[in-house]
Nanobody
């Protein structure tokens, strides 16, 4: 499956952005989806994930209550709504796909089979 992330940009502290990740190729609804982010000089870290049918969502503690992951299987797209943004949210954001059966390990980079190209989010103070 090919993934194309979009929606990044420059926003002030407290602002909002919605990231989108459009999938093509294999059946999108067959994959669990996630968002990771990578700040300059740091590794890629888990942000949020959603099971293939949207039944369960998962978040890193630092974004709970501010970010919401969702998906529209009819549009082959996963979203990340980001509210109350902080400077520490600044990073390149990547979407990724994996199989539902591996979601016990959903925070681990290595379980994801497919990755998008990343979209830059910059939050100014």
């Amino acid at each position: 499956v090919q993934l194309q992330a979009s929606g990044g940009g420059l926003v002030q502290t407290g602002g909002s952005l919605r990231l989108s990740c459009a999938a093509s190729g294999r059946t999108f609804s067959g994959y669990a989806m996630a968002w990771f982010r990578q700040a300059p000089g740091k590794g890629r870290v888990f942000v949020a994930a959603i099971r293939r049918n949207g039944s369960n969502t998962y978040y890193v503690d630092s974004v709970k209550g501010r970010f919401t992951i969702s998906r529209d299987n009819a549009k082959n797209t996963v979203y990340l709504q980001m509210n109350s943004l902080k400077p520490e949210d600044t990073a390149v954001y990547y979407c990724a796909a994996t199989y539902d059966s591996t979601m016990y390990y959903h925070t681990r980079v290595e379980i994801y089979c497919y990755w998008g190209q990343g979209t830059q989010v910059t939050v100014s103070s």
